[in-house]
């Protein structure tokens, strides 16, 4: 298995230049990589080169036919449902990358609530 890169420093600034200061926001990271929840919804995240973003089903198939994104696959073949990387075009232009965070967050905001998941409690 290839090892994973750590994500660009233009990339992180970027990230951290488009998490919105709402409530119920949270920033966490995952596998080593910053993402943002809303109501413990994962709805932005970092993966090496990529930015990906939660979408509802109309508006992937919308950046998919206008932009070309492509499904966000952290590992070949496993694909993560609702998830695309931005494109590089995208990625050039903050006001594009803000206009698809807006729409991840209002879509992860409509999602139910998700609960933590009680600590497993270590053996002895």
Known sequence: MAQWRKSPPSLIALFDAMVPEAAGVERRKMFGYPCA???????IGLHQEDFIVRLSEADRAEIGRTLGAAPFEPMQGRPMREYVALP?????DEAAVGDWVARSYGF????????????KKKAS
């Open 108 to 119: 992860a905001s409509s999602l139910p609530v998700k609960e933590k998941k009680p600590r």
């Open 88 to 92: 590089e075009a995208v990625l050039e």
């Open 37 to 43: 929840f809303v109501n413990g919804n994962m709805f």
